[in-house]
Structures are given as structure tokens and as C-alpha cells.
């Protein structure tokens, strides 16, 4: 209980806290977590899988109580696990923007919530859908929301589908992969050790990852376009 009161708010946004602390099992819920449940927007995410891909060994014996003795062998089985969290992750986000969505777009407007907002979301992801969902996986919080969003759109089950997998599959190896094989080269060209400097890590992703959400947020155009009701006849 003693050691529960002693984590701060630093060591959960602090990827080898969760390596060292829960191994594979936590991880594996972490990715789930971060698209599946709303709470999971400050997670670790990107940065913890470069993580663990520099100690994919740890995390496979941590889960199996050996390791595979092959480096590839590891990170496959890494990747393949991994990869199905996240795209039940984003699953039972979409699931959840969808019984949701309903009830919002029935909702009056309010000085919170505007329906236009909803609207424009609408044709966002009518025109951009399938790239929103593979692009939104390589960015912070808006990963955790993109799915849900997607549902509440009533965003076409099979498009999502598709293109849940293919963004999953593809930032899972990138991060993972980019990791190990990073560390292993850094080490060897320029003996440094990339596991006594995490806190850079942490920080170049996070900075890389950031950048074009600020820059949309700050710069990008707003679309006025009508938008029809997915739900007016519901």
C-alpha cells in the first residue's frame, strides 16, 4: 500500500515504470487502454513501445519465464500481441462512440456541446476516415479519441475495420522494431546506451508526435460544410 501512495504522476508518464513495474501483462493492458478507455489520453503510449522494444527480451520472459533466444522471434511474438490490444483497443472505442452517438446528436445544443461540431466530425470522416484512423494511431490523445469519435459518426463498421488493423499493425512494428534495432545500432556505431538516456527518448517522441496536432489545432482551416444527420431518422 506504502509503495501505491509513493507513485507520482511522473512515473506513469514514464514508459520504463511500467516495463520494470508490471512487465508485458501491463503493457499489453496500457495499449488497450489508450484507445479503449477515455481515461487511458495520458498514457505512454508511443514512447513505450520504443521502450520495449529495447527490452523486448525482459518483457517476453516476464510473460512466458524465458525468452525465445531469438531478438526477431521476440519482437514478433511482441508484435503480434501487442498489435491485437490495440486493435480491440480501438474496437470497443468505436463501439462506444457508436451507442453514444444517438444520444448525442438528439442532444440540444448547450454552451458546452454544439452539435455542428459532431457535424463537422461527420464529414471529416466521410471524406478522411480510413486515413484519420491509421494517422491518428501515431499521435497522442487523439488516438485514444479517433475511434470513438469514429463511432459516433457511425462511420462504416467494415472501412473501420480495415483500416483499425492496417493502422495497428503498422505503428505496433514502427515503434517497436524502430526500438530495438536503433538501440542496437546507436550502441554499436556510437557506444551509446539509449537505456541510460530514456528521459530523450521520451522527450524527442513526445515533441515528434505533438507537433502536427498543435500545428492543426493553431493553423489548420476549419471546414463550414453541411453536414447531414447520420441519426435524423433514428
Known amino acids: 500500500m506504502h509503495e501505491l501512495l509513493m507513485i507520482t504522476f511522473r512515473d506513469l508518464l514514464n514508459p520504463e515504470f511500467y516495463i520494470n513495474n508490471g512487465g508485458l501483462w501491463v503493457l499489453l493492458f496500457i495499449v488497450f487502454a489508450e484507445t479503449g478507455l477515455m481515461f487511458g489520453f ?62 448525442l446528436f438528439h442532444r440540444k445544443d448547450n454552451w458546452i456541446f454544439k452539435k455542428k ?10 471524406k478522411h476516415g480510413g486515413e484519420a484512423i491509421i494517422f491518428a494511431r501515431f499521435l497522442p490523445i487523439v488516438r ?14 467494415k472501412k473501420f475495420w480495415l483500416y483499425n488493423f492496417i493502422g495497428c499493425i503498422a505503428w505496433v512494428f514502427l515503434m517497436l522494431f524502430a526500438g530495438h534495432y536503433l538501440q542496437k545500432f546507436i550502441l554499436m556505431k556510437y557506444n551509446f546506451d539509449l537505456k541510460k538516456h530514456l528521459e530523450i527518448i521520451v522527450i524527442g517522441i513526445v515533441v515528434i508526435t505533438t507537433a502536427p496536432v498543435l500545428y492543426k489545432l493553431f493553423f489548420g482551416k476549419k471546414d463550414t460544410t453541411a453536414v447531414e444527420d447520420p441519426y435524423k431518422n433514428s
Open 144 to 157: 485514444t479519441f479517433a475511434p470513438i469519435i469514429a463511432g459516433i459518426v457511425a462511420m462504416d463498421k
Open 117 to 126: 461540431h459532431l457535424l463537422q466530425a461527420k464529414d471529416f470522416y466521410d
Open 42 to 103: 495520458f498514457l505512454p503510449g508511443d514512447s513505450l513501445l520504443f521502450v520495449a522494444g529495447i527490452y523486448n527480451e525482459g518483457l517476453v520472459a516476464s510473460l512466458f519465464g524465458h525468452s525465445t533466444g531469438s531478438d526477431f522471434l521476440d519482437l514478433l511474438l511482441l508484435w503480434i500481441l501487442i498489435a491485437i490490444c490495440g486493435i480491440l483497443g480501438n474496437a470497443v472505442g468505436y463501439w462506444f462512440g457508436n451507442k453514444s452517438g444517438p444520444f
